[in-house]
Protein backbone atom coordinates (compact mmCIF):
# COMPACT_ATOMS: atom_id res chain seq x y z
CA UNK A 1 0.00 0.00 0.00
CA UNK A 2 1.32 3.92 -1.19
CA UNK A 3 -0.01 6.96 0.97
CA UNK A 4 0.39 10.27 -0.73
CA UNK A 5 -0.27 13.28 0.59
CA UNK A 6 -0.05 17.06 -1.13
CA UNK A 7 0.11 20.22 0.12
CA UNK A 8 1.05 23.31 -0.92
CA UNK A 9 -2.24 24.37 -2.45
CA UNK A 10 -3.60 27.85 -1.96
CA UNK A 11 -5.34 30.98 -3.23
CA UNK A 12 -2.81 33.17 -5.23
CA UNK A 13 -3.35 35.91 -8.16
CA UNK A 14 -2.75 35.85 -11.67
CA UNK A 15 0.95 35.93 -12.58
CA UNK A 16 1.91 34.55 -8.87
CA UNK A 17 3.19 31.33 -8.12
CA UNK A 18 2.60 27.96 -6.10
CA UNK A 19 4.81 25.07 -5.55
CA UNK A 20 3.13 21.46 -4.45
CA UNK A 21 4.36 19.19 -2.70
CA UNK A 22 3.49 15.12 -2.55
CA UNK A 23 4.97 13.43 -0.07
CA UNK A 24 4.79 9.22 -0.23
CA UNK A 25 5.11 6.53 1.85
CA UNK A 26 4.52 2.80 2.10
CA UNK A 27 6.56 1.80 -0.89
CA UNK A 28 10.51 2.53 -2.05
CA UNK A 29 9.55 5.68 -3.10
CA UNK A 30 12.56 6.32 -6.04
CA UNK A 31 11.96 3.36 -8.10
CA UNK A 32 8.43 4.57 -9.63
CA UNK A 33 7.16 7.21 -11.72
CA UNK A 34 5.48 10.37 -10.34
CA UNK A 35 2.55 12.52 -12.53
CA UNK A 36 0.46 15.78 -11.61
CA UNK A 37 -2.78 16.35 -12.15
CA UNK A 38 -6.00 18.37 -11.87
CA UNK A 39 -9.37 18.14 -11.97
CA UNK A 40 -11.75 21.72 -12.52
CA UNK A 41 -15.14 21.49 -11.13
CA UNK A 42 -16.99 19.72 -13.86
CA UNK A 43 -13.73 18.83 -15.93
CA UNK A 44 -12.84 15.19 -16.27
CA UNK A 45 -9.01 14.70 -14.26
CA UNK A 46 -6.21 16.12 -16.36
CA UNK A 47 -3.00 15.14 -16.91
CA UNK A 48 -0.35 17.92 -16.34
CA UNK A 49 3.32 16.43 -15.60
CA UNK A 50 5.09 13.22 -15.26
CA UNK A 51 9.23 12.45 -14.33
CA UNK A 52 10.07 9.09 -14.61
CA UNK A 53 11.57 7.07 -11.39
CA UNK A 54 15.22 8.28 -12.86
CA UNK A 55 14.27 11.76 -13.33
CA UNK A 56 16.25 11.58 -16.31
CA UNK A 57 12.79 12.43 -18.41
CA UNK A 58 9.71 14.75 -18.02
CA UNK A 59 6.39 14.95 -19.89
CA UNK A 60 4.03 17.91 -19.71
CA UNK A 61 0.96 18.77 -20.70
CA UNK A 62 0.70 21.43 -23.60
CA UNK A 63 -1.25 23.73 -21.12
CA UNK A 64 0.97 24.07 -18.63
CA UNK A 65 4.48 23.34 -20.94
CA UNK A 66 7.05 26.37 -20.18
CA UNK A 67 4.85 27.43 -16.53
CA UNK A 68 4.76 24.45 -14.55
CA UNK A 69 7.99 21.81 -13.41
CA UNK A 70 7.91 18.68 -11.82
CA UNK A 71 10.52 17.35 -10.00
CA UNK A 72 11.36 14.62 -6.93
CA UNK A 73 13.42 14.32 -4.11
CA UNK A 74 13.85 10.61 -3.35
CA UNK A 75 15.63 11.10 -0.18
CA UNK A 76 12.28 12.77 0.93
CA UNK A 77 9.89 10.61 -1.21
CA UNK A 78 8.47 13.93 -2.30
CA UNK A 79 7.61 15.05 -5.76
CA UNK A 80 7.17 18.62 -6.96
CA UNK A 81 5.39 20.91 -8.71
CA UNK A 82 6.63 24.39 -9.44
CA UNK A 83 3.96 26.50 -10.88
CA UNK A 84 4.52 30.12 -12.26
CA UNK A 85 2.20 32.56 -14.15
CA UNK A 86 -0.24 30.95 -13.16
CA UNK A 87 -3.87 31.84 -14.92
CA UNK A 88 -7.29 31.95 -13.66
CA UNK A 89 -8.06 28.36 -15.62
CA UNK A 90 -5.51 26.83 -13.67
CA UNK A 91 -8.03 26.71 -10.62
CA UNK A 92 -8.40 23.29 -9.44
CA UNK A 93 -7.82 20.12 -7.21
CA UNK A 94 -4.70 19.24 -8.11
CA UNK A 95 -3.38 15.37 -7.04
CA UNK A 96 -0.52 13.73 -7.35
CA UNK A 97 0.19 9.60 -8.60
CA UNK A 98 2.33 7.15 -8.52
CA UNK A 99 2.50 4.52 -10.74
CA UNK A 100 3.57 0.92 -9.67
CA UNK A 101 2.41 -0.41 -12.83
CA UNK A 102 3.06 0.35 -16.43
CA UNK A 103 -0.17 1.89 -16.55
CA UNK A 104 -1.47 5.08 -18.23
CA UNK A 105 -3.35 5.89 -14.71
CA UNK A 106 -1.76 5.85 -11.89
CA UNK A 107 -2.44 3.04 -9.49
CA UNK A 108 -2.49 5.46 -6.39
CA UNK A 109 -3.50 8.95 -5.56
CA UNK A 110 -3.41 11.32 -3.20
CA UNK A 111 -6.53 12.97 -1.77
CA UNK A 112 -5.39 16.67 -3.69
CA UNK A 113 -4.62 20.17 -2.92
CA UNK A 114 -6.84 22.76 -3.89
CA UNK A 115 -5.52 25.67 -6.09
CA UNK A 116 -7.83 29.16 -6.64
CA UNK A 117 -6.41 31.77 -9.00
CA UNK A 118 -7.94 35.29 -8.87
CA UNK A 119 -8.06 37.58 -11.78
Known amino acids: QVQLVESGGGLVQAGGSLRLSCAASGRIFRNYAMTWHRQAPGKEREFLARINWSSDRTYYADSVKGRFTISRDDAKNTVYLQMNSLKPEDTAVYYC????????????WGQGTQVTVSS
Open 97 to 108: GIHTSFGITPDY
